[in-house]
């Protein structure tokens, strides 16, 4: 006989970046969307969704210039067109405003709550999908608008239950690197940019390693190398020097303290370091960091980065044509706020578990279905118990699940009309006539 063929198992693991999310995270994330979303329609924003696909060249210059735009983004080919998954929420903003250009109020003030992916290496609270939250203002040049991003963004962390010592919004310019790449005589665009990128990684990776970037490139430590800038030392030395100035010599950060001051906002910092990975930011430019220690998995304290940060892109949406639409905008990673919020804050958001109706007889039904929607009527969370099992099984089940009580509910109290109630925490039975039930499990729950 012929050996039958040995099946392969699907995989019970995800990938690397992907994570599982559990009902606690998730209604810690509910929480802070919800202060968001009040605190956006006391700023006057605008609700926004735009697809998680976009046309790979609308949402263009984060893309590498290959045959497949297959690093940093994930992307498959549909008929003569690539497509690909948005990894930012500012790049769609910008093909949204150009297509609607017309009829759209300037200033346009948006936000918008969405997922995100990232086709990059991941790392502690860092995923390849990610919810993400933006607000932007287009169609403005004021420093104001700058300035009020970074009011609302300090708003929001305070009323996530954040103390304003836990956090600080960092601020500087693109401005600043310009007039560096001028002076350097520095005139390739790839290689600004790799040179942006390294700079980036300051705050995670130290001088040392971004001078490495910076230079010939760096080998990490699980050997994977990146390609450096490729500038001399001597203007690696002219750029850390600059970069590690402490005063804001630029217009548009001058104006920006100003109207902080006016705010009687205190809760920034000018650091020339600062810079902002991706090309299109053209002035202002802030990061949210964290100032308390950040834990993985193991406990160790992990060096976090920030939690996110934006900054002015007025030349963006002129990708599209002839648009006078100056913008800028604030991100915010919310999975790797909450990943931090959790380890800072005990949040006492309840999760309500249901009473379970423990099954006797299934020739009972009907009584069991009645007793559930008196229950859920009342605003209780009930169920009865949905496997087959005896009763020490059914009992194993709640427990499991957390449930606070389960109700017993046999042939003698049915007989009766007295269901026995068992509260789960502290083992205590009760019978009760079933027009007094609602009001003992609201004693439990």
Known sequence: MKKEKKRNKPSKEIPLGFVDRKEKELLVRDFIISNIKEIMIKYGFQYLETPSFEYSDSIGKFLPDKDRPDEGVFSFKDENKWLSLRYDLTAPLARYVAKNYLEIPKPFKRYQLGTVWRNEKPGPGRFREFLQFDADFVGTKSSLADAELCVMISEILTKCGLNKSDFVIKISSRKITEELFKKLNIKDNQQKLTALRALDKIDRLGWDSVKELLGEGRKDKSGDFTEGANLSSNNIEIIEKELKKKTPETEDLIEIIKIFKDYNFRNFE???????????????????????????NKGQVIQFGSIGGGGRYDNLINNFGNYDAPATGISIGLDRLVYALMQKKDFKIKQSKPVVICVFDNNSMKEYINLQLLLREAEISAEIYPGEGKLKKQM??????????????GEDEIKSGKPTLRNLSTGKEKSAEIRELVNEIKKII
């Open 270 to 296: 000018f650091d020339s370091s600062i810079i902002r990975g991706l090309e299109y930011y053209t002035g202002i430019i802030f990061e949210v960091n964290l100032k308390f220690d950040v834990k993985n």
């Open 396 to 409: 194993e089940y709640a427990n499991k699940i957390n449930s606070p009580a389960v109700i017993l509910y």
